[in-house]
């Protein structure tokens, strides 16, 4: 075999891997969606909670449209937070009830695959419940967005970062017999810098502060990155564990 | 080369020991059932062959495998009956198996097949599997083993919830499976359709493995 073939072969082979953990973490990211889907927690629980906690939020603030505006970002994100904590909760009963999660673990597939899976799931939830949330608060609070892109781009790194954080504490409350009070406990400390920063990107999004909303989205895609890192590591010992 | 062989097996589940120093050996086609009490360990051993638990002390080998050094290497290559049927209650049965050999890089055409030899009727594949009964979850958690066609089946209780029908129906995969050179090891604490199928006996207690009863 020539020595440029030798060369192509790890790539070759590097490059199949990288397919195979993509399409794996499609199919565990569709099965949690699809699951979400039909039990309609996303829909039936999550989102009526969210915007009942603007319309909260908003007679706690006595309906002061100026504060109201002044606080919305972090009103916004708050919320997501909420609901950050019932979609990781749900992301981990999905795989204790009747042993289900013992399907993945006998499948074989790899640790950091399921990890990618159920936190992309997660992910979409969330960037589903800020989409929803994004209008609430222009009708609600009178808001108003002077950056689209900022606040499309800032969601999505806010969620994913939420999302990859969440389910990697889920995995490590999972076998916790009170996970459910656990988790919220563990997961808002460890996510306080992405609402901060969320709510920093936001103020720039809708005008409300004079600051770099974009120098803020680098600090969330790096937040995202340091714990899709830990996850992919650490989730096969701690779906062991759980 | 056996199946399964354990030597001085020892897995604690926090600091008990629920196996406690077993011995089992187990050769392809062989059909071995596991009897004992309530608490005897026989489910941890099932765990502890299907890769799910770590191995404290002793030394097991399981489909050429070192429990102690790479147990999740055995995973892929076993099917695994619990006393739950890890389906995904929101997903059908048919949803469930397809996502299951797809986990497992298996062929998923042969998951209607594998529904219909357990008997679940086709008007059942795409109900979620939340709204079957007990039998009707267990038979297609069978379903999902023989989609995978493993080397080793490991089944604890596998008759417990089914009807004279299904008992069968379990009785004659278990003997197919063996007939086909895979190992099967049952685990049960009650006499019936398995002490029938066995090829041989073995006790358990205390979380060792006795001599064997037939």
């Given at each position: 075999?020539?020595?440029?073939?030798?060369?192509?072969?790890?790539?070759?082979?590097?490059?199949?891997?990288?397919?195979?953990?993509?399409?794996?973490?499609?199919?565990?990211?569709?099965?949690?969606?699809?699951?979400?889907?039909?039990?309609?927690?996303?829909?039936?629980?999550?989102?009526?909670?969210?915007?009942?906690?603007?319309?909260?939020?908003?007679?706690?603030?006595?309906?002061?449209?100026?504060?109201?505006?002044?606080?919305?970002?972090?009103?916004?994100?708050?919320?997501?937070?909420?609901?950050?904590?019932?979609?990781?909760?749900?992301?981990?009963?999905?795989?204790?009830?009747?042993?289900?999660?013992?399907?993945?673990?006998?499948?074989?597939?790899?640790?950091?695959?399921?990890?990618?899976?159920?936190?992309?799931?997660?992910?979409?939830?969330?960037?589903?419940?800020?989409?929803?949330?994004?209008?609430?608060?222009?009708?609600?609070?009178?808001?108003?967005?002077?950056?689209l892109p900022l606040a499309v781009v800032a969601s999505l790194a806010a969620t994913a970062g939420l999302a990859a954080a969440g389910s990697l504490l889920g995995a490590v409350v999972a076998g916790v017999r009170a996970h459910q009070t656990v988790l919220p406990i563990l997961?808002?400390?460890?996510?306080?810098?992405?609402?901060?920063?969320?709510?920093?990107?936001?103020?720039?999004?809708?005008?409300?502060?004079?600051?770099?909303?974009?120098?803020?989205?680098?600090?969330?895609?790096?937040?995202?990155?340091?714990?899709?890192?830990?996850?992919?590591?650490?989730?096969?010992?701690?779906?062991?564990?759980? | 080369?056996?199946?399964?062989?354990?030597?001085?097996?020892?897995?604690?589940?926090?600091?008990?020991?629920?196996?406690?120093?077993?011995?089992?050996?187990?050769?392809?086609?062989?059909?071995?059932?596991?009897?004992?009490?309530n608490g005897a360990g026989k489910s941890t051993l099932l765990h502890l062959c299907a890769g799910l638990l770590p191995l404290t002390e002793g030394r097991g080998e399981v489909l050429g495998c070192d429990l102690g050094a790479d147990r999740a290497a055995v995973r892929r290559?076993?099917?695994?009956?619990?006393?739950?049927?890890?389906?995904?209650?929101?997903?059908?049965?048919?949803?469930?198996?397809?996502?299951?050999?797809?986990?497992?890089?298996?062929?998923?055409?042969?998951?209607?097949?594998?529904?219909?030899?357990?008997?679940?009727?086709?008007?059942?594949?795409?109900?979620?599997?939340?709204?079957?009964?007990?039998?009707?979850?267990?038979?297609?958690?069978?379903?999902?083993?023989?989609?995978?066609?493993?080397?080793?089946?490991?089944?604890?209780?596998?008759?417990?919830?089914?009807?004279?029908?299904?008992?069968?129906?379990?009785?004659?995969?278990?003997?197919?499976?063996?007939?086909?050179?895979?190992?099967?090891?049952?685990?049960?604490?009650?006499?019936?359709?398995?002490?029938?199928?066995?090829?041989?006996?073995?006790?358990?207690?205390?979380?060792?493995?006795?001599?064997?009863?037939?």
């Amino acid at each position: 075999m020539s020595e440029r073939a030798l060369q192509l072969r790890p790539m070759g082979l590097m490059w199949r891997d990288l397919r195979l953990l993509a399409g794996d973490i499609g199919l565990i990211a569709a099965k949690d969606l699809r699951i979400e889907w039909r039990a309609r927690t996303t829909l039936g629980q999550v989102l009526p909670f969210a915007l009942l906690v603007l319309v909260l939020f908003g007679f706690a603030l006595n309906a002061n449209r100026p504060t109201l505006e002044l606080a919305t970002p972090g009103l916004l994100w708050m919320t997501v937070l909420f609901a950050t904590v019932v979609a990781v909760q749900r992301s981990v009963a999905v795989e204790s009830i009747d042993g289900a999660g013992r399907m993945l673990l006998l499948s074989g597939m790899a640790p950091a695959a399921a990890f990618g899976g159920k936190a992309l799931a997660v992910a979409v939830q969330l960037l589903a419940v800020a989409a929803v949330l994004l209008p609430g608060v222009v009708l609600l609070y009178g808001a108003e967005i002077e950056s689209l892109p900022l606040a499309v781009v800032a969601s999505l790194a806010a969620t994913a970062g939420l999302a990859a954080a969440g389910s990697l504490l889920g995995a490590v409350v999972a076998g916790v017999r009170a996970h459910q009070t656990v988790l919220p406990i563990l997961l808002l400390p460890v996510v306080a810098p992405v609402l901060i920063a969320a709510t920093r990107a936001f103020e720039d999004a809708l005008g409300t502060a004079a600051v770099n909303g974009w120098s803020w989205v680098g600090l969330l895609a790096g937040f995202t990155v340091v714990n899709v890192a830990l996850g992919a590591v650490a989730y096969g010992p701690l779906m062991e564990e759980a | 080369m056996s199946a399964v062989r354990l030597e001085g097996a020892v897995v604690l589940l926090g600091r008990f020991p629920a196996l406690a120093g077993a011995d089992l050996s187990v050769d392809p086609g062989e059909v071995v059932l596991v009897r004992g009490p309530n608490g005897a360990g026989k489910s941890t051993l099932l765990h502890l062959c299907a890769g799910l638990l770590p191995l404290t002390e002793g030394r097991g080998e399981v489909l050429g495998c070192d429990l102690g050094a790479d147990r999740a290497a055995v995973r892929r290559r076993v099917g695994l009956l619990g006393h739950d049927t890890a389906l995904y209650s929101e997903l059908s049965p048919a949803e469930n198996l397809d996502l299951w050999a797809r986990a497992s890089r298996v062929d998923t055409t042969g998951v209607p097949g594998a529904l219909g030899r357990l008997g679940v009727p086709e008007r059942l594949w795409a109900v979620p599997s939340t709204r079957l009964s007990a039998g009707q979850r267990r038979r297609v958690a069978l379903a999902a083993i023989v989609v995978r066609r493993p080397e080793l089946w490991l089944l604890d209780e596998p008759h417990a919830g089914l009807d004279t029908d299904g008992r069968e129906l379990v009785s004659d995969l278990m003997s197919e499976a063996a007939s086909a050179g895979a190992a099967v090891v049952l685990a049960s604490h009650e006499t019936g359709p398995a002490d029938d199928l066995a090829t041989r006996t073995v006790t358990m207690a205390g979380g060792t493995v006795g001599a064997d009863a037939v």
